[in-house]
């Protein structure tokens, strides 16, 4: 057995200094690609159904709601059946679930994703019986059905099994018919004012985006109302064409100025860093304390003529290992330099993870940590 206790880590600050003045080149992007107009939106029908054809990988008989189900469909088209009539494991439930476009009209087709919602093994080689799509309002929009395609497999033989991906969820690539246009679409002949809502909001990025569109138009038809909103006015020659207006502004280029941001995780020791975090000069010691416990079973043997038998006596070894740590400093820089910094002292992800919250505590790192 290896226990790794928490490395020792021995971090000051050298000097009290802000974080590097360098400037960062900002990111271009388009408005349809950080934002959207408030109230254009997908759409999320649901549904509960069933898939057939499986081969003996559905539902166990002990599901009562499968069987149900199942019987309920055949005496709906007409055949006379009971639950203990039923004892096939080709069927299994299903939660199914598609998404639906703002704009989707009567005969679109979505594809529709199926997860098992039983006991089921493995959905491969089934077909989704049809089903009832239903949105928010429990009214009932689309209608689905159709072979699966599983991106995984399971089996089993002689007590040995092997299984790739989930084999209990699969996806209907143009499943979905839709019976019922939108109800609750946007009247867009009406609109005089429009918002655009940011996926992350923060106040330079909708400031630059207002700035952006009133220079493409011409005119000052945009401003801010929030972090994460930019109010829009219409021009008179576009009320009522608010298609080609959202097209212009969506196509209008801006400069993203997102904060310094650092995503750690723990469980994997991943870590990603966006390249505008900064650190101050800091000197970090890094080295490691590893204890391994080792059992060693040995024979014990009786001596000759004696009345003793054989015994096994197990014994423990403990050895401690130091790793050889130098203090080293990183300079106040950008991301690029504090990695090739961690790097040279032979730092691995895992170790990271700690170094950086460390210097994070300590005052030197300039950017906020999102932990996962």
């Given at each position: ?176 018919m839709v019976e019922r246009e939108n109800a609750r679409a946007m009247d867009y002949a009406s609109l005089d004012v429009a918002d655009f809502v940011l996926d992350n909001p923060d106040f330079a990025t909708v400031d630059a985006l207002a700035t952006a ?160």
């Amino acid at each position: 057995m290896t226990l790794a206790l928490p490395h020792r880590l021995v971090l000051m600050a050298v000097l009290a200094l802000l974080a590097c003045t360098v400037p960062l080149e900002a990111t271009a992007a388009r408005a349809k690609d950080v934002g959207r107009f408030f109230g254009v939106r997908d759409n999320t029908l649901t549904g509960p159904g069933l898939v057939v054809g499986l081969r003996r990988t559905g539902d166990s008989p002990r599901n009562a709601a499968t069987l149900r189900s199942i019987v309920s469909r055949l005496q709906g088209q007409g055949l006379s059946l009971g639950y203990e009539d039923i004892r096939s494991r080709n069927a299994a439930l299903v939660m199914v679930r598609a998404t639906l476009p703002p704009d989707y009209r009567a005969g679109d087709r979505a594809d529709v994703s199926v997860a098992s919602a039983a006991d089921a093994s493995s959905l491969e080689g089934g077909i989704l019986m049809w089903t009832p799509l239903f949105d928010q309002s429990n009214q009932l929009v689309a209608v689905a059905e159709g072979p699966l395609v599983v991106g995984g497999f399971s089996t089993t033989a002689a007590g040995n099994a092997v299984r790739k991906n989930s084999p209990t969820s699969g996806i209907v690539p143009g499943g979905a018919m839709v019976e019922r246009e939108n109800a609750r679409a946007m009247d867009y002949a009406s609109l005089d004012v429009a918002d655009f809502v940011l996926d992350n909001p923060d106040f330079a990025t909708v400031d630059a985006l207002a700035t952006a569109v009133n220079e493409a138009f011409g005119t000052e038809l945009a401003e801010p109302v929030s972090a994460s909103t930019v109010r829009m006015t219409l021009p008179e020659d576009l009320k009522g064409k608010f298609p080609v207006f959202a097209a212009r502004v969506e196509a209008v280029e801006i400069e993203i100025d997102a904060p310094a941001r650092v995503v750690i995780s723990e469980r994997t020791g991943t870590v990603v860093m966006g390249g505008d975090v900064r650190i101050a000069p800091v000197a970090v010691a890094h080295g490691g304390l590893t204890i391994k416990v080792r059992r060693v079973d040995q024979a014990s043997q009786p001596g000759l003529l004696s009345l003793g038998t054989t015994a096994v006596v197990s014994n423990t070894e403990i050895t401690a290992t130091e790793e050889d740590g130098e203090l080293t400093l990183v300079e106040g820089a950008q991301i690029g330099d504090l990695v090739a910094a961690l790097n040279a002292m032979g730092v691995k992800p895992r170790e990271l993870v700690v170094i950086l919250q460390a210097i994070r505590e300590a005052g030197a790192l300039q950017a906020e940590i999102v932990a996962l």
